[in-house]
């Protein structure tokens, strides 16, 4: 008999981590887990929801607790559906939409306002959100490959950029104040959406704690990029500079990889970024930020629905 748990005691890390390699192929890790999986995030651990015959899991979902804020509003909780996957030989016999249903009532019992989801658009997943009426925003997976970039890009330079070690015990509170409140300053002036992260604590595990580490990379004065190096790709997690500046930013950082002969990738859900950097020739893997409401009448939920959102690659879980 196939029944659903939430946080069964049996179910050890290594033994989620074993059930996601069966559903993706050999591509989790136990670190991946600690991070996605294993912070807390407000004293909060995250949940997770199975479906198993016996001790047998078949799909999986994690529910990451996180709050968004709108402009000056207060921020509210949220739930985020993270390493959510079902293994090959079960796929389209409904489990996934029965695990969204028990992370539905999950979130009325944790007081979310929604659950949201960063999915790729040939995911799955999204399909049964969407199917439960979520909202959808368009998200954009960006990406260069190392050697078209390695004779520089349009005239634009590196040499404004200066790495600053590889580790994170070397960046300055200062700098993690700076860029913790500047999407908060920013979202108060243009009423957008982001998350937010009001103990330094939870910034840093999401931004400069990750699993392969971190370096600031300053661009300007007024600028510098959060880069994690994973494999042979440069992750760009975090920029904080004017909104002017951000594509001649991002491409200066796409040649920064390529001379180090690495591929580049960032996240976003801002279009016209996308399209002006499908123009410069990047390759861009279109996605979708998806919110669940819980309650679709509640104030809260109108608020974050209908606001305009930003979102850093390294917000994702």
């Keep these: 008999m196939i029944l659903t748990h939430l946080n069964p005691a049996w179910l050890e890390c290594n033994g989620y981590v074993n059930f996601l390699n069966k559903a993706f192929h050999g591509s989790w890790s136990r670190t991946d887990f600690d991070w996605y999986l294993g912070r807390a995030f407000q004293g909060i651990r995250p949940d997770i929801l199975v479906r198993a015959s016996g001790t047998d899991v078949i799909s999986g979902l994690g529910l990451v607790h996180r709050q968004v804020r709108v402009g000056c509003d207060p921020p509210v909780n949220v739930g985020v559906i993270s390493a959510a996957g079902t293994v090959p030989s079960a796929r389209g016999q409904g489990h996934y939409a029965e695990l969204l249903r028990s992370a539905l009532e999950r979130a009325r019992q944790c007081s979310w306002v929604a659950l949201l989801a960063f999915v790729t658009e040939e995911n799955g997943s999204g399909r049964g959100l969407g199917r439960l009426g979520a909202r959808v925003i368009p998200s954009f ?18 040499t404004s950029a200066r790495r600053d070690g590889a580790s994170p015990p070397w960046v300055r509170r200062a700098e993690i104040e700076h860029s913790r409140k500047r999407l908060t300053v920013s979202a108060r002036s243009a ?46 997690q975090r920029l904080d500079c004017p909104a002017s500046k951000t594509r001649r930013h991002v491409m200066t950082l796409v040649a920064a990889s390529a001379a180090a002969g690495r591929r580049f990738f960032m996240y976003s859900l801002d279009a016209q970024l996308a399209a002006a950097l499908r123009r410069q020739g990047l390759a861009i893997h279109r ?31």
């Design 287 to 317: 996605g979708y930020f998806m919110l669940l409401p819980i309650d679709p009448s509640g104030h809260a939920w109108r608020t974050i629905s209908e606001a305009s959102w930003s979102v850093q690659s390294g917000d994702r879980v």
């Design 141 to 158: 997976y960006m990406s260069a490959a190392a050697q078209r970039w390695r004779n520089g890009i349009n005239g634009s330079s590196i």
């Design 191 to 236: 009423a957008q959406a982001g998350f937010h992260y009001e103990q330094e604590d939870d910034w840093r595990r999401q931004f400069i704690e990750r699993p392969h580490g971190i370096r600031l990379q300053r661009l300007q004065r007024d600028s510098h990029a959060w880069i994690e190096t994973v494999g042979s790709t440069d992750r760009l």
